[in-house]
């Protein structure tokens, strides 16, 4: 009996942090998330979504996706815009990836921006990113300021300077820092 009391306790305490585990697939519509929660696993975003943690792989369909901490790939299909209110890890493909804080990781799409520090690489027509380690390709590139990377495009903006000089924030084609 001490065996079995044993276990089922030993089972309970193995097994509790799962039945409370985010769940692992969301449907995000316009005011409401199915089921509700954080997400550690599969979202799908249908018009304009919002919700607080995402781990895994989100979708936005033909619309606003807004997750305040993301975690794996991010795409935006169809018109979709992926926007992230804190911190991004991992890959964004979308009409727009929006990230208000640090991003870490790799962005695809016609404008990219990172409000804070973004670390990895940025492929768009127009990218930003506040400070930049990494790489920005696209025929926009802008920062504040670059600490480590490489600006290849058209216009290459660094507030900061270029490496031709600290009074000239605009360079053409490649401007980079080291």
């Known amino acids: 009996m001490k065996l079995t009391l044993a276990t089922i306790t030993l089972a309970t305490a193995i097994l509790s942090p799962m039945a409370m585990a985010a769940p692992p697939v969301?449907?995000?519509?316009?005011?409401?998330?199915l089921p509700a929660g954080n997400v550690s696993g599969v979202r799908l975003n249908l018009l304009y979504g919002q919700t607080s943690q995402v781990t895994g792989v989100n979708f936005s369909l033909l619309g606003l996706s807004t997750i305040d901490n993301f975690t794996g790939l991010n795409l935006g299909l169809t018109f979709?815009?992926?926007?992230?209110?804190?911190?991004?890890k991992g890959l964004e493909f979308g009409l727009a990836n929006w990230n208000e804080?640090?991003?870490?990781?790799?962005?695809?799409?016609?404008?990219?921006?990172?409000?804070s520090n973004f670390t990895g690489a940025?492929?768009?027509?127009?990218n930003y990113a506040g400070s930049l380690n990494g790489l920005q390709f696209g025929l926009v590139n802008a920062t504040d300021h670059i600490n480590k990377?490489?600006?290849?495009?058209?216009i290459n903006y660094d507030k900061s300077g270029t490496f031709v000089s600290k009074n000239l924030p605009v360079f053409p084609i490649i401007n980079a820092r080291f």
């Open 101 to 115: 804080g640090n991003a870490t990781g790799a962005d695809f799409g016609l404008v990219n921006y990172t409000g």
């Open 80 to 88: 979709g815009v992926n926007h992230t209110k804190s911190t991004m």
């Open 149 to 154: 990377g490489v600006q290849i495009g058209l």
């Open 26 to 33: 969301q449907l995000s519509l316009p005011g409401v998330n």
């Open 122 to 126: 940025q492929f768009g027509t127009f």
